[in-house]
Every structure is written in structure tokens, then in C-alpha cells.
């Protein structure tokens, strides 16, 4: 009886696993690539062939297109199909928490197995969205389940070639880690038991030509090793190497080498596949997660080994606890910053509306859900697969907001409109100092600009935003036009447009409440905030706006509380730009309140988050000598 208790406890330690996976697969970061997988899989199944140049890009053109992850995006798009956005939040959930499921099992002791692979599953769920790399979390685990065998028996022979297969064809990119972690048995083995290295040896020489039964046969091998030595990878965030061991990801691989290095003698296979694991994650920074779960079975075995632990009720109960505590803590201050960006679908839905054609200039951030929204009505200029555009390409799509480059790619290309990100930093200025070009729809997600060609005249005529520049951060550009009475109706005739144009037009709330502010309806002004607070909690600018509205009118303690909860939001958003104003916002209130020292901390982290924030700095200077803040 005591046995069966005991196991029940147990039993609850990866339930708790379970739970957490779900969740943080369920919620997991966005990413712009599940788009683009999702039309090429819609593509497949319309077809019944697979697309051999590509027919998204107007850049790529004609350019032959290796579709190595087929299986994985018509899967992806029959989910989509059956179960909406709910079935792609299945989908993420549902393959990392089987995969930890089986690194778990593979630790051999539950308590520092549940723990670790908590910790690990935290570390990893920022690759927890739905692309085709998903399918790599549970391949990994199955395959160093299989090979945790001292020889390759009748199991291994049936598994591995087909799980190479089917590596193959979800993510053909990752495919070659197979049989790459089948040659990593065999290496371990070498010293020990020659027989036994000699039979991996043969599995990997079976896994290796499985790997080639996919519709572009042995292709797949050349594209595999071209994304992996992508010239471009300092232009792409998860393609660069790590730059610093002193980041939370360089600890994660130390600690999977020093695991490595530790455990040598009583786990060679594992200790050499987390050391070579490691090794790729310091090279690929997408590739660390790799390294997190290899050394996880590893890590448990060896804890075991120093301090076993035998799992009853209370044990069971500390485990649980232990890895639940982590996972609220990663609530509070990690998992906000995997929010879910706003979609250009207004923006779209306005050019389809009204019947602009032609070339089309995109951001990067925004190429892979219009290819899912907009074609083939609409080609792409860019989107994130890097390695098909090459390194050169990918770097001048990324400075495009310079005014020579834009007038470069403008040359080259021949735009006739520009579909922009919404994001912070002014990028769109220089559509907005051409003569060009004229802005004519825009709201959170998107600006809209039309080339000035006979073609869209009359449509700038009706549309054209002549007093707005609303990729501007501050707003005090719109103090000028106000002692204008012509240009001042213009404007505020333009903000009611805009407000009207898009329900997601938070930007335009705050700058018709800037508006209604500077023209004596203060009022007015914080009711429209307040309104758009409760309806967008989530968004920190309003709150940016009402802060500045309380100090404006002297409720200091008002504007701090607005400012400290604007904060949190942005930090919950993950928006380092907007958490750096209200920084330096509440910084100058802490300092009007006599809080000298918190004052000069909240404009020294203000400046780290944003080096060139220009009040900031002055702020700080001035504080520094003795003097006051000037008012932000």
C-alpha cells in the first residue's frame, strides 16, 4: 500500500511538469513566421505540389525554393484549418510538454528531473511558438531516449531511420542533428566498447540516407548546411552567436559544460552530446535550447548520484512547490515580454478597399503575416526568411529608414506604396520628409503611404494626413500647428479620422488628448484617456499621456501612480522604449517630490534602456550639479 502511495505522490511531480508546459506553450511568444509556413502550407494542400521558385517575395522571384519543412507546414495548416489560433496554441503547447515529459523520464529521479526540467522548460519557452522548430523539442527528446541504451537493439534499428525520416521532413534545417547525435553515441562508446560503437556507427550510416527520403532527396543536405552557415546571421537575433558568457543564456551553457565536464566518466553519451550541444548553442544562439535539454537528464543523474532523494508525500509536495514558485516569478518579469504584437489586417483591408496596386515596400517585422493576409493579391518586399534573401539584402532592408538607403532600395525597386510597422523610433520619418510620399492611413499596427503617382492623386487628395506624423514618439511637433486656427481644425479634424479609421488607434487617442489639452479641455483629454486605458490595458502610452496630464496640472502623487503603472505595463509588453520615457517621467516627478536619489536612478536606467534618450541625459546632468530636472 505504501508503495502505490508513494507512487501516487510521485506521480505528481510530472503532473506539475505537465501543467507548466501547457501553459507556457498555450501562452507563448509571437513570431512572424508561422505566417508565412501557414500560406505554404495552404499552398501545398491547393495544389497537391510543392512550390519549386518562390512565389511570395517580388525580390525572390523566380528564385528556386527549397520547401524542406513541407510536412510540417501543411500539418500546421490543416491544425489552423480545424481549431483556429486555438489549435496553434495546442500545437506549441502540446510538443514541448511531451518532450519534457520524456527528458523527465530520461532523468531517472524524479525530484531533480521535476526540477530541472521546470527550469529548463522556463529557460526554453521563448521557442515555444509555432513554427517548424517545435518539432524539433520532441525529435530531440525521442532521439536521446532511444540512444540511452549501451548497444543499438531491435527498438533503436525500428525508431531512429524513422524518426530521421520524419525530422527530414518538418524541419529539414535541423534534420541533420539525427544523425549527428547518433555519431555522438557512437564516439562515446569507442573507448569503452568498440562492438557498440561500431553498431551506432551503423545506425548513424542508416539515419543518414533516411534523411534524404523527402521530395527534394538529397537536396535537403545543401540547404541544411546553407542555413546553418548563413553569411547573414548578424543581421538575424536567434542566427548570431553569443557575445557575452555573463548573459542569462551564456550561464545556461556554461552550466551545460560544466554538467558535461563533471558527469564525463559516468555519462559519457550525454556529457559529450551536452558539450557539442553547447558548443552549437555558442555559436547559434537559436540553437541554445538544444543544449538546455540535453543536459537535463544529465544534470538529474548526477544530482542523484551526490544527494539522493527517495520521493514521498513530502518530498513529492517540496518538488511541486519548488517548480511552481519559479514559473510565478517568470509570470512577473519574463513572460510579458512575449506579447503578441498588433496586426496590419486595417491596413490591409484599406488598401484592398480601395484598390491599391502596384509594388509594395514592407518592413521586415511585418512580411510574414502579409503574406498570409495579402497574397497572392500582394508580394512582399521582405520578410524573415534571411538565409533566402541573403546577408547584403537583409542588412539594407534593415537600415531602410536612412534617407540615402531608402532612396536607394526606392531606385532599385521602383515602390509604389509603403506598408510600415507602427513601432517606436521614428523609422517612418523619412516618408514623412519626402515630397514623395504622402501617409493616408495608419492606426497602432501600420502606416500606410502612397507613392505621389497620377495614379493614387486622388486618393492622397481625400485621405492624405497633412498635420500628423504619428510614428513620432512625442508629441510636441503638434504644439506648433495649434496657434494656427487653419492648421489647428486641420489636425483635429485629422485625430477624429483616425480615431474613427481603426478601433486599434490608441496613438490617436493620445494625441487628440494632447490636442484637447493644449486647447483648454483638459478634461476631455483625461476622460478619452482614462477610456482608452480600460479598453486597452495593455498598451503603456496611454498612460505615458495621463501621467503627463496629472503633472501638468500639479497631482503629483496622481501622475506617480499613472507613471508607476504605465511601467509595469511596458515592462509586461516588453517595450523598452516606452518604459524608458515613463522612467524619466517619473523620475522628474520623484524629484518635484524631494525624492532626489530615486530620481537619478530612474534617469540612469532610463538610459540604459535607451543610451540617446536626450531629456534623460540632461536630466541627470542637471541633477548631478545640483540643479533641477527640466520638465520632460
Known amino acids: 500500500m505504501e508503495d502505490g502511495k508513494t507512487r501516487l505522490w510521485t506521480a505528481l511531480i510530472p503532473a506539475v511538469l505537465l501543467a507548466q508546459t501547457l501553459w507556457l506553450g498555450a501562452g507563448g511568444a509571437s513570431a512572424p513566421d508561422p505566417w508565412w509556413h501557414l500560406k505554404t502550407g495552404e499552398l501545398i494542400r491547393q495544389t497537391w505540389s510543392l512550390p519549386r521558385s518562390d512565389p511570395f517575395s517580388y525580390v525572390l522571384a523566380g528564385r528556386p525554393w527549397t520547401s524542406f519543412e513541407w510536412l510540417f507546414q501543411v500539418a500546421l495548416h490543416l491544425v489552423y484549418g480545424a481549431a483556429g489560433g486555438a489549435g496553434l496554441a495546442a500545437l506549441r503547447a502540446a510538443a514541448p510538454a511531451a518532450a519534457f515529459l520524456l527528458l523527465y523520464r530520461l532523468g531517472r529521479a524524479p525530484f531533480w528531473a521535476g526540477l530541472l526540467a521546470s527550469l529548463a522548460a522556463l529557460a526554453t519557452s521563448g521557442w515555444f511558438v509555432a513554427r517548424p522548430q517545435i518539432s524539433d523539442f520532441l525529435l530531440l527528446a525521442a532521439f536521446l531516449t532511444v540512444l540511452d541504451s549501451p548497444r543499438p537493439g531491435r527498438k533503436a534499428w525500428l525508431l531512429l531511420p524513422g524518426l530521421q525520416l520524419l525530422w527530414a521532413n518538418l524541419h529539414g534545417g535541423a534534420a541533420l542533428l539525427g544523425a549527428g547525435l547518433v555519431l555522438l553515441k557512437a564516439a562515446s562508446c569507442f573507448r569503452r566498447d568498440r562492438r557498440a560503437a561500431g553498431g551506432w556507427l551503423a545506425l548513424a550510416g542508416a539515419c543518414l540516407p533516411a534523411m534524404a527520403v523527402n521530395p527534394h532527396g538529397a537536396g535537403v543536405f545543401a540547404h541544411s548546411a546553407a542555413a546553418l552557415f548563413f553569411p547573414g546571421q548578424e543581421f538575424a537575433g536567434g542566427w548570431r552567436g553569443m557575445t557575452s558568457p555573463l548573459s542569462w543564456q551564456g550561464a545556461c551553457l556554461a552550466a551545460a559544460a560544466a554538467v558535461a565536464v563533471w558527469a564525463w566518466e559516468s555519462e559519457p553519451h550525454l556529457a559529450l552530446t551536452a558539450l557539442a550541444l553547447a558548443a552549437l548553442g555558442w555559436f547559434e544562439a537559436r540553437h541554445l535550447h538544444f543544449a538546455v535539454m540535453a543536459a537535463l537528464p544529465l544534470a538529474a543523474r548526477l544530482l542523484e548520484s551526490l544527494r539522493p532523494v527517495r520521493t514521498g508525500r513530502g518530498r513529492a509536495l517540496a518538488a511541486a512547490a519548488l517548480m511552481i514558485l519559479p514559473s510565478a516569478l517568470f509570470l512577473l518579469l519574463a513572460a510579458p515580454r512575449q506579447g503578441r504584437a498588433d496586426l496590419p489586417d486595417r491596413a490591409v483591408r484599406y488598401l484592398d478597399d480601395n484598390g491599391v496596386t502596384g509594388r ?54 521602383g515602390f509604389d506604396y509603403a506598408l510600415v510597422g507602427n513601432s517606436p523610433g521614428y523609422a517612418a520619418g523619412v516618408l514623412d520628409a519626402s515630397p514623395r510620399w504622402a501617409l493616408v492611413f495608419w492606426d497602432d499596427a501600420a502606416l500606410v503611404y502612397l507613392k505621389r503617382t497620377p495614379a493614387h492623386f486622388a486618393l492622397i487628395r481625400r485621405d492624405a494626413y497633412r498635420r500628423l506624423q504619428p510614428n513620432q514618439l512625442t508629441f510636441a511637433y503638434l504644439a506648433r500647428d495649434l496657434k494656427d486656427p487653419r492648421k489647428s481644425a486641420e489636425m483635429r479634424a485629422e485625430l477624429d479620422r483616425a480615431v474613427a479609421g481603426s478601433e486599434l488607434n490608441v496613438n490617436a487617442t493620445q494625441m487628440r488628448a494632447f490636442v484637447l489639452a493644449e486647447v483648454g479641455r483638459p478634461d476631455d483629454a483625461v476622460r478619452d484617456l482614462q477610456d482608452v486605458i480600460r479598453r486597452f490595458p495593455r498598451k503603456p502610452g496611454p498612460y505615458m499621456s495621463l501621467g503627463w496630464f496629472h503633472e501638468r496640472s500639479r497631482r503629483l502623487l496622481a501622475a506617480r501612480q499613472v507613471y508607476e503603472e504605465g511601467i509595469r505595463v511596458a515592462k509586461w509588453s516588453g517595450d523598452r522604449t516606452s518604459r524608458a520615457y515613463l522612467e524619466n517621467n517619473l523620475g522628474s516627478v520623484e524629484l518635484r517630490l524631494g525624492n532626489r536619489e530615486r530620481a537619478r536612478k530612474l534617469f540612469a536606467h532610463c538610459l540604459k534602456l535607451e543610451p540617446r534618450h536626450p531629456q534623460a541625459r540632461r536630466n541627470l546632468e542637471l541633477l548631478e550639479k545640483g540643479a533641477g530636472a527640466i520638465v520632460p
Open 360 to 413: 509594395m515596400f514592407n518592413t521586415y517585422g511585418l512580411g510574414g503575416y502579409l503574406i498570409w493576409r495579402a497574397w497572392p493579391r500582394r508580394q512582399v518586399f521582405v520578410d524573415d526568411r534571411d538565409a533566402a534573401y541573403g546577408a547584403e539584402f537583409i542588412a539594407e532592408a534593415a537600415r531602410w529608414s536612412r534617407p540615402e538607403v531608402w532612396e536607394r532600395l526606392d531606385a532599385r525597386w
